[in-house]
């Protein structure tokens, strides 16, 4: 129910807000994690925390004479993914705002389910492979990407340590819902081993991550999305904390925009 509240609201209305920021952040991912999917022309695919449904749409394009189901628990972006695929005029490509962990999915109708980032939000994982597994067919396939370790990834580290203006704040849980609830390998592999899957691979991947074309495109949106970090400072500490970002944003910018480096696993799997 946390996850429902939180994305089928304020943090979901965010995310669609900004949701062409959010696919540039990631593009440098897309295509290997499609190539992995293996998606051909009749394919029936499941993308699982779709968002704004761009993975759905890529993968509608190589599934031409197939079918993409993208579901997500955020009605704002479900909205958004079902207008811009009618805008591109992708038919095939249908949304729905559906638990991934409960819904009745047709057993074994995917030829592969997908997902970019999203399965580290489960509440309860197990039940939730568990489900996703019952819907695709045996044999069919499972292409993921998750997270690595935090120490692995600049941006996490570099803006949490910036906009702590000095607290000592938590560590980012590796356990429960979060970005780094699938990041340790050992983990993975026995839960999807453990929910019907087999073959388990990861494959270690690093690309650098887009903020923004330049410092004031970068700090406006890396501030609004962290904006509980600074929530509790008082004026002079946000000021500094923000000039502090300012000035590491300004070390990090290319001729390509803001850039900071990070770190993912992409996961594949079989359905045994």
């Given at each position: 129910m946390d996850q429902l509240r939180a994305w089928d609201g304020n943090q979901g209305e965010f995310w669609a807000s900004r949701a062409d920021r959010f696919d540039e952040g990631v593009a440098?991912?897309?295509?290997?994690?499609?190539?992995?999917?293996?998606?051909?022309?009749?394919s029936?695919?499941?993308?699982?925390?779709?968002?704004?449904?761009?993975?759905?749409?890529?993968?509608?394009?190589?599934?031409?004479?197939?079918?993409?189901?993208?579901?997500?628990?955020s009605s704002s972006m479900i909205e958004l993914a079902r207008g811009l695929a009618a805008r591109e005029e992708l038919p095939n490509?249908?949304?729905?705002q559906v638990d991934a962990q409960v819904h009745d999915f047709p057993e074994a109708h995917f030829d592969v389910a997908i997902s970019r980032h999203g399965v580290m939000f489960f509440g309860d994982p197990v039940a939730a492979f568990g489900n996703i597994a019952r819907a695709v067919r045996?044999?069919?396939?499972?292409?993921?990407?998750?997270?690595?370790?935090?120490?692995?990834?600049?941006?996490?580290?570099?803006?949490?340590?910036?906009?702590?203006?000095?607290?000592?704040?938590?560590?980012?849980?590796?356990?429960?819902?979060?970005?780094l609830s699938l990041s340790d390998p050992d983990v993975i592999r026995e839960l999807l081993s453990a929910t019907g899957f087999d073959d388990v691979r990861l494959h270690d991947l690093a690309e650098p991550m887009y903020f923004g074309?330049?410092?004031?495109?970068?700090?406006d949106f890396i501030t609004e999305q962290h904006a509980r970090l600074l929530a509790d400072l008082d004026e002079d500490e946000k000021s500094r904390a923000i000039a502090d970002l300012r000035a590491d944003l300004a070390e990090h910018r290319t001729e390509r925009g803001v850039r900071y480096d990070s770190a993912a696993w992409l996961i594949e799997a079989r359905r045994g």
């Open positions: 440098a991912y897309q295509d290997a994690l499609l190539d992995a999917a293996r998606i051909d022309r009749g029936k695919v499941l993308d699982i925390g779709c968002g704004s449904g761009r993975t759905s749409r890529d993968a509608a394009r190589r599934a031409v004479g197939g079918s993409v189901l993208g579901v997500d628990l490509a249908a949304f729905e045996p044999g069919g396939r499972l292409a993921l990407l998750t997270w690595q370790p935090a120490e692995r990834i600049e941006w996490m580290t570099a803006f949490r340590a910036l906009l702590a203006a000095g607290r000592d704040l938590p560590e980012p849980p590796s356990t429960g819902p979060g970005p074309r330049d410092v004031d495109d970068a700090c």
